[in-house]
């Protein structure tokens, strides 16, 4: 497989007809750049510094922010890789610490390889004791991505040793670390928020099931980690665990690209994580279908999604870039179903609405024109609610798997020798340059 460098551009596009700075017409020819899949970018860095002109792009739809190996998106035909692998082989066959080793080392572990990485993602799963009052400065009824992006901000103070990113070993530390301590972190959150005892986490179980257990133990019973539970959760932390250059792998790199430390950078991923349009909608599609109660309701919030004047849209439904079925979504759907079954709730009256919902919107002629489909919270909800863990953790969990995401593509970012400072310009629609008036010369409207 061969494709062409940064600076060997594969073609060239002419743009006609641009006013010259100094009036007139100028033609401009720029360089297009193809990469191994995906559309062919025009290449427009010289375009402000050669001719004065700046491209103006609100919510990045026609920008490519970055070049990377890591994830590859067709939003058309519903297409998502992971270093080339498909996700849902990925998510059939793999366990998660493979996964997040592919997407940071860019290949498929070696059993070796698979059992150093796990080894050293198991002996960083603790936190520092210190850590634990944190949690104690927070109101108990906070939410746990507050929290998060707290205690993980945090641990820039407390693990000294391992922030200086240009030490390649460093680096590796850090993101061991990170992968590691999430899950103790987030189930803390959890413990915190119902008043039970955190639990420490444990060296003999797989990292979904010491997640779980940490979740769900409690000091005075023995706890037994369900493997369809376990699967489930190892196939959704694969789903969730990159994604290209979403919002809050694109904050990461922002971040990351002043030099910021890696456990700085993934908290502002949290924070950017949290919002609904994003990571939050998981919760907000569990939200819905409760207000939502009974299928004879769907109509009327069908409609509310399609009346322009309300603000309300069918969370869960549609995606930036995917126009086409979310491959994500049909991975979890299936699982959706499995998990069900296997803990007896096949008749799940919220899975029967969700199936109703999903079913009539894919009919409607307003979601097929906008190309609306489910997208990866729709089912994840469910699925989380099956097995019994509380909505203001779903987007803690989205976190949780997404941190191998965000740390692989910022060590891409940093070990890029090309990489500069992320610095957006503007389109300036305010006062052009004004004198100062003194405050009593100054009338009031
Ligand atoms: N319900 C109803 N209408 C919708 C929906 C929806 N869920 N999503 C988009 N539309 C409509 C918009 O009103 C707009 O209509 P218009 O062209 O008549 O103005 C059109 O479809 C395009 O929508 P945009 O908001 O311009 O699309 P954008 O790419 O900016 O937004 C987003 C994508 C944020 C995901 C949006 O579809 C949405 O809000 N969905 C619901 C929230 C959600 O599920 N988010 C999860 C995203 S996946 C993830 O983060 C893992």
């Known amino acids: 497989m061969s494709y062409r460098s940064l600076n060997d ?29 995906g559309p062919s970018v025009l290449d427009i860095r010289s375009l402000y510094p050669e001719k004065g002109y700046l491209t103006y792009d609100p919510g990045y739809t026609s920008t490519a922010s970055c070049a990377s190996k890591i994830t590859f998106v067709d939003g058309e035909k519903g297409i998502l890789l992971h270093r080339g692998y498909p996700i849902a082989e990925l998510a059939e066959k793999s366990t998660f610490l493979e996964v997040a080793y592919l997407l940071m080392e860019g290949e498929l572990p070696s059993a070796k390889e698979y059992e150093d990485f796990s080894g050293s993602i198991t002996i960083h799963n603790m936190l520092h004791e210190q850590l634990r009052n944190f949690y104690s400065g927070f109101r108990r009824d906070a939410h ?8 993980v901000g945090a641990l820039s103070a407390f693990y000294h040793d391992s922030l200086d990113i240009r030490d390649p070993q460093q680096r590796m530390i850090a993101s061991h670390r990170l992968i590691a301590k999430m899950p103790t972190i987030a189930s803390m959150a959890y413990k915190y928020a119902i008043g039970q005892p955190f639990v420490y986490p444990r060296n003999d179980l797989k990292y979904e099931e010491n997640f779980l257990y940490m979740m769900f133990g409690i000091p005075t019973t023995s ?13 959704i932390l694969i789903l969730h665990a990159d994604h290209e250059q979403n919002a809050s792998t694109s904050t990461v790199r922002l971040a990351g690209s002043t030099g910021a430390n890696p456990f700085a950078c993934i908290a502002a991923g949290i924070a950017c994580l949290w919002g609904p349009a994003h990571g ?24 509310k999604a399609k009346d322009k004047n309300d603000p309300f849209r069918l969370m869960g ?6 126009k086409n079925y979310d491959p994500r979504a049909t991975v979890l759907r299936a699982a959706c179903h499995e998990v ?3 803990l007896g709730r096949k008749d799940d009256p919220l899975l029967d609405l969700a199936q109703a919902l999903e079913k009539i919107a894919l009919e409607d002629p307003y979601f097929i024109e906008k190309k609306l489909y489910p997208n990866v ?23 949780v798997a997404r941190t191998v995401g965000w740390i692989a593509q910022w060590m891409e970012m940093i070990e890029d020798p090309s990489q500069r400072i992320g610095r957006p310009r503007q389109l300036y629609t305010g006062h052009p340059m004004r004198p100062y008036v003194s405050l009593k010369e100054r009338t009031t409207a």
């Open 377 to 399: 919270d729709f089912y994840s909800g469910i699925i989380f609610q099956a097995i019994g863990i509380p909505p203001a953790m779903f987007t803690v969990l989205f976190a």
């Open 317 to 322: 439904f549609g995606h930036r870039v995917y």
């Open 223 to 235: 706890y037994q980690v369900n493997p369809v539970v376990a699967k489930a959760l190892n196939k």
């Open 144 to 151: 746990p991505m507050a929290i998060m992006v707290g205690v």
């Open 9 to 37: 551009p594969t073609d060239t596009a002419h743009l006609e007809a641009m006013p010259g700075r100094s009036g007139g017409v100028q033609e401009l020819t720029l360089p297009v750049i193809q990469g191994t899949l």
């Open 280 to 303: 939050g909608a998981n919760e907000a599609v569990l939200n819905m279908l409760r207000e939502i109660g009974h299928k004879d309701r769907i109509p009327e919030f069908i409609k």
């Open 340 to 342: 069900l079954a296997e």
